[in-house]
């Protein structure tokens, strides 16, 4: 079983709904980060949290402490939001945790 | 702009023989990542360096090499040693070890 685990895996939706993704971990945490591959392969960085809420845009990224989860939720999907999203988490030391990634594809 | 500039975007090697990968930021980061990815698996950490002329392996360095000369270069050279290695490779900097990462844009191997 992975640390961190991402729920679903491939996800397709149809532009302007309402997206959510999942994450799940079992190690102690100091950060939760929420990462995003488009198809040429490079990532950038979306969110790093270690409590509650931020937003940013249309993106917003939560996180329970207590139950060790954090969701991504999209508003407004567009077909440009297609792309690998990854969640990782990290523990106070140089090592990311990454999930295997949710790859989303919003048709226009 | 700063950020982390990775070269080249594909390359191809045959099998035998040793590659180089270049990757160079300008954001005056300490620390510097190598990551591996593989279909359906996580990135993977190869090596990553907290210094200047320091570098660790992280938890597949096996059949990989690296030197940190300068505080904005972390080459990665790939050995034939490595049995398998055709993947996706990312670099990553931070400004302290284990503070927020930024990532290029890749290097895809295929050995052929």
């Known amino acids: 079983k992975n640390e961190v685990e991402q729920s679903p895996q491939n996800l397709t939706a149809q532009e302007g709904e309402f997206i959510t993704i999942n994450c799940s971990y079992s190690?102690?945490?100091?950060?939760l980060h929420w990462l995003q591959q488009h198809p040429g392969g490079g990532i950038v960085s979306l969110f790093m949290l270690s409590s509650g809420k931020k937003k940013h845009g249309r993106l917003i990224a939560t996180i329970n402490i207590q139950e060790k989860h954090s969701s991504l939720h999209i508003t407004a999907s567009h077909p440009r939001d297609s792309a690998v999203y990854i969640c990782?988490?990290?523990?106070?030391?140089?090592?990311?945790?990454f999930g295997t990634g949710t790859r989303l594809k919003v048709l226009a | 702009d700063g950020g982390i500039t990775q070269s080249p975007k594909y390359l191809f090697r045959k099998e035998g023989q040793n590659v180089t990968l270049s990757c160079e930021q300008n954001l005056n980061h300490d620390a510097m990542y190598w990551y591996r990815q593989d279909p359906g698996q996580g990135l993977r950490l190869i090596y990553y360096s907290q210094i200047v002329n320091d570098f660790q392996k992280g938890d597949i360095a096996e059949g990989y090499s690296v030197s940190r000369e300068k505080k904005e270069s972390f080459p990665l050279t790939v050995t034939s040693a490595q049995k398998n290695p055709t993947a996706f490779y990312l670099c990553?900097?931070?400004?302290?070890?284990?503070?927020?990462?930024?990532f290029g844009q890749g290097t895809r191997l295929t050995v052929v």
């Open positions: 190690v102690g945490i100091s950060a």
């Open positions: 990553a900097s931070s400004s302290k070890l284990g503070t927020e990462a930024f």
């Open positions: 990782a988490a990290t523990s106070g030391t140089y090592k990311y945790i």
